[in-house]
């Protein structure tokens, strides 16, 4: 009995010991099991709280600013502040919209209702709270302590004179990109390039330390070619303009046809104190993007083509009926007379529409393409503007195109190659591209392209022609005292859409002068879009004479 006793309790023993064995290798797979992912979790959580603590803030360029030739302010950043919230760090999103739109005075329901909406979403991190505010109001929101709202600086595009050249200016977005004209064809110069910055914040997003920061580089400033001044008066001037005729539009230019600078370029309707978005019509810069039929003003080139090709000299006569047919189309005269004899100049001051025709009989189809193309029609004149056109000019002719172009029918310019093609005559027979930009930055902006058209001969020629044009002809309404004018009217219809013709009773009336025309400082362009009157000597004539005498004084060039 000793020994079958003395066998069970050594079973026991044994069970027991492995029993101890099993529970110690269980205990260390639970204990170790935890550990490891313990130090797992905590290696997330560590990540997590290091992702929160530190973030990279970019850090915006300040935008450079547009000013004249005079260096006035047309454009400039001004610092504002945008407020942003982390909306699952509100405990009471109405209440942080309630007491934010009070700090910021946001006023319209419509907002509030926007931005209880916006902080209300719990599994946002991040909504905008209003954007781009004064720093006194973001100061005001920041004061409230709120967790998770904090704020970051920008800068807003501020327009000082109110819509002054508005259609050049152009305009930057909310997010101070350049979105039209000069903003916009200058943004790689104005934008700059933005800083970063590598903070530690707490849990409420205060900033608590900057751990590493690259300093934003600004942007340069765009000086442009337009007086400030002359500007403002051809604004004004055609304001009146469309108003006393109740035109649709208008449009002027002020150029220096030596140097190529542009010192006005204006379009009425008017960009109202600069607010884009209300109505596209009016926001386009109309004096290089819109190309119309130019009428007689076309004459100039004409004739300029044929005195340098030989074909004719300012006496040379022409009989001339009252009408004229050419293929299936009759021009006829804008005022009617019988059968005369004029000369190439009088053809040019009375706007002779039959003298023009029988001129460009004279010269064919080659000849009148090749001065079209050397006076820089039907190409942009690479002043960089975005959107410029570079009008349409005819290359397949019908039997009656040659009764159309000659007089400015049949083709579309913009109304700056017009003022540069005069710029031709105004400078010695050399055309000079336009330019709107004088300077970025340091550096001056590069030489305009510059090439003969004309002999000087011819130009001379020309500039005698329309000084009688003025003196005694159809543009004696655009005579300036104690200066010498030269220059050309304009009457033409505008063509109705998809061909059908042309329209009978929407015209285009402009003009075009050079002053003073015994030693050319300005070509001042007119075109005024469907005038009560339809006369361009009625209508822009005065208007050109208004803005050249307001120049001449201001430029202090002297009678």
Known sequence: ?????GGRSGDSVDGRIRLIRLLAVLAFFVVGGRAIALASTSEDLARMAQGQQRCTLTLPAHRGSIVDRD?????????????????????????????LCRALKITKKSARRALVDALSDRSSGFA?????????????????????VGAYAEETRVYPLKGLAAQVVGYAGIDNTGIAGVEASHEADLAGRPGSAVVVRDPAGRTLKTLRQEQPVPGETVRLTIDADIQYAAERVLERTVRAYSAAAAV?????????EVLAMANVPLVEDHRFGVDARYERNRAVTDAYEPGSIFKAVTISGALADGLVKPGTKFKLPSSITVADRTVGEAH??????????EILSHSSNVGAVKIGLKMGKDRLLKWVDRFGFGQTTGSGFPGESAGIVPREWSGSTIGNLPLGQGIAVTPLQMAA????????????????????????????ERRRVVPAEVAEQMLSMLTTAVE???????????????????????PLPNGGGYSKSAYVAS?????????????VLVSVDEPATIWGGEVAAPAVAEIATFALQHLEIEP
Do not use: C, H
């Open 511 to 523: 003009f075009v002068g050079v002053v003073p025309a015994d030693d050319p400082r300005l070509v």
């Open 1 to 5: 009995m000793l020994v079958g006793g």
């Open 421 to 448: 093609a005069f710029g031709v005559l105004a400078n010695g027979g050399v055309w000079v591209q336009p330019q709107l930009t004088a300077q970025v930055g340091d550096e001056p902006a590069p030489e305009p």
């Open 252 to 260: 002027a230019v002020v150029l220096d046809p030596t140097s190529g």
């Open 336 to 345: 009617d007379r019988g059968a005369t004899t004029y000369t190439v100049r």
């Open 71 to 99: 260096g006035n302010d047309l454009a400039f950043g001004e610092p504002r502040q945008t407020i942003y919230a982390t909306p699952y760090m509100l405990e009471d999103p109405e209440d942080a919209a309630e007491r």
């Open 128 to 148: 905008y709270v209003a954007r781009q505010v004064t720093p006194e109001r973001a100061r005001r929101a920041l004061d409230l302590d709120l967790p998770g």
């Open 472 to 494: 005694k002809g159809t543009g004696t309404k655009a005579q300036i005292p104690g200066y010498k004018v030269a220059g050309k009217t304009g009457t033409a219809q505008k």
